[in-house]
């Protein structure tokens, strides 16, 4: 590796190759920013298809019975149009053996571009449970699309006005078995045979498009390579690179994300040394009150182990370290009469209510760990490989022996589903999906071996939901692709600077970054 050189502003450094086995420790890069880029050859790609594929095209904007086109309309700079569609719940029966669902997808084009003949860019959104963005400006990674593309935002199935899964409609289902196999039909096999459903349906003669994945988005992209990679033009990835193998990669994600939340952990403390107390006295007050907790205003039950969960937004994303710390600033009620006890405040409780989205999208919860399972369990993953690091993340001894309570990163855990009231209800099918066995796979390596799509990938040396070395083990079996690896952003790199990450992946594609 060469030598890093300062200068005045910013300090950068393109990165030579390293070896495949070359481990590189966290810790020792400062913090600057790193470029690398890195190309794998191409070869011939699979012609392994998803279901969706055979269906038949229609003549783009066109309406037909299972696809209603909406009517244009206006925010400030931007023109969009309403798509709904619908669509098999269950693709393996076929089209009219089972039951449907209605996905949904918003056109966005920049004004007076409505009718040009612009290519088709399918955002897939993060999560998985996540609707896609409303634009309500020209901002950001979709100001820059629309230069140059037609942008589909598709609310993936079971999330926004895609028949969305909220805790009144899955009340529907009124057993917990029901629920279960209800929901196994909400992963990325089937977001892809969404994708190809509307591709065919809305890009004229069904013609391949550009996709964009962010995070969970990026997960349902190397699907979306693996079994329907004649539907893609170019795929552009960010903060999102699966670990591909069988069984369940739940167990291995979390070993090694477990070292990286450590180090937020430890640089968020060193950026507000004054938060350690503030944190143990908490931790000290849920512990010693009745029950080891206290109510919450949502009906949910706080303890130390529920509050470590903050750190799931809050050491992971850009200026989740500052909301963070300012939670903890009011934790406290004031002492406005002398002598009254020391109580956590109200609106310390009601900002760790609204920390999370549990309650509008308990998909996320429910689905979290099933993510990574190919033909195996994941036996709440989380949960043990916790147990595993016990010594450093038991809230109440780290209080009690005077050290840090660190908080966790992107896991869910068993007892989420007794302490957080909007997803009570759920614990039952939450159970029954942690022990299913059969999934079905969700990568094809031989594919992604012969892949000839040209991928472009931001990766994130410092994301603590997607692990840098599982990342770099899966694009060693992607043909073709480019990687972006830069220190300079976190997870949120395309919500914080989408449209600079948009142009960088954009250029390594179209050739205005050379490969070396």
């Known amino acids: 590796m ?116 612009l290519p088709y860019l399918l955002y897939l959104q993060g999560g998985p449970g996540f609707e896609a963005p409303r634009p309500t400006e020209p901002s950001g990674w979709i100001r820059k699309a629309c230069e140059e593309f037609r942008v589909i935002l598709m609310d993936q199935r079971g999330t926004g006005l895609s028949t969305p899964l909220t805790a009144s409609s899955m009340s529907q289902l009124k057993s917990e078995v029901d629920l279960a196999d209800y929901l196994k039909h909400f992963r990325a096999d089937n977001i892809v045979n969404d994708a190809e459903f509307i591709r065919v349906r809305l890009v004229p003669d069904a013609g391949p498009w550009t996709i964009l994945g962010q995070s969970f988005g990026g997960f349902c992209a190397v699907t979306y390579l693996s079994f329907a990679p004649q539907g893609l033009k170019q795929v552009l990835l960010t903060g999102g690179i699966p670990p591909i193998g069988k069984g369940c990669t739940a167990d291995a994600v979390y070993k090694a994300c477990f070292e990286q939340i450590i180090h937020q952990n430890e640089k968020y403390y060193q950026r507000y040394p004054q938060d350690i107390e503030v944190v143990r006295e908490v931790v000290n007050y849920l512990s010693n009150s009745e029950g080891g907790g206290v109510q919450l205003p949502s009906g949910g039950f706080l303890t130390p182990k529920g509050l470590q969960i903050l750190g799931l937004t809050g050491l992971g994303s850009s200026a989740g370290f500052e909301r963070l710390h300012y939670m903890f600033e009011r934790a406290w009620d004031p002492i406005i009469v002398p002598g009254a006890s020391k109580e956590i405040s109200y609106y310390f409780l009601d900002a760790f209510d609204k920390w999370s989205s549990f309650d509008t999208n308990p998909l996320y919860a429910l689905l979290h760990e099933s993510i990574y399972c190919q033909g195996g369990s994941s036996q709440w993953a989380a949960q043990r490989i916790r147990a595993e690091n016990e010594g450093k993340f038991d809230a109440v001894r780290a209080a009690k022996e005077g050290r840090p309570v660190f908080f966790t990163g992107e896991m869910i855990f068993p007892w989420m589903f007794d302490e957080i009231h909007a997803l009570r209800k759920f614990k039952g099918a939450a159970h029954i999906l942690a022990e299913k066995k059969d999934w079905p796979p969700l990568y094809d390596i031989s594919a992604l071996n012969n892949n000839k799509v040209p991928v472009a990938a931001a990766v994130y040396y410092e994301d603590m939901f997607v692990n840098f070395k599982l990342v770099m083990e899966t694009t060693a079996q992607i043909a073709g692709i480019r990687l972006w690896i830069t220190n300079e952003f976190m997870h949120s790199g395309l919500r914080d600077a989408g449209s600079q990450v948009f142009d960088h992946l954009m250029g390594m594609l179209d050739g205005k970054k050379p490969l070396f």
Request: with cysteine; net charge positive; glycine share 4%.
């Open 2 to 117: 060469p030598a890093l050189h300062a200068q005045p502003s910013l300090i950068r450094s393109l990165l030579y190759f390293p070896s495949p086995s070359l481990s590189l420790s966290l810790r020792t890069l400062p913090l600057f920013r790193v470029t690398k880029l890195r190309c794998f050859n191409c070869s011939q790609s699979s012609d392994r298809t998803v279901t969706a594929m055979s269906l038949t095209n229609a003549t783009s904007g066109d309406s037909s019975p299972d696809h209603v086109a909406g009517k244009w309309f206006s925010v400030p700079e931007l023109r969009l149009r309403d798509h709904r569609f619908t669509v098999p719940l269950d693709y393996s029966v076929g089209l009219k053996a089972s039951s449907k669902i209605s996905i949904f997808a918003r056109e966005v084009v920049s004004v007076g571009k409505e009718e040009q003949p």
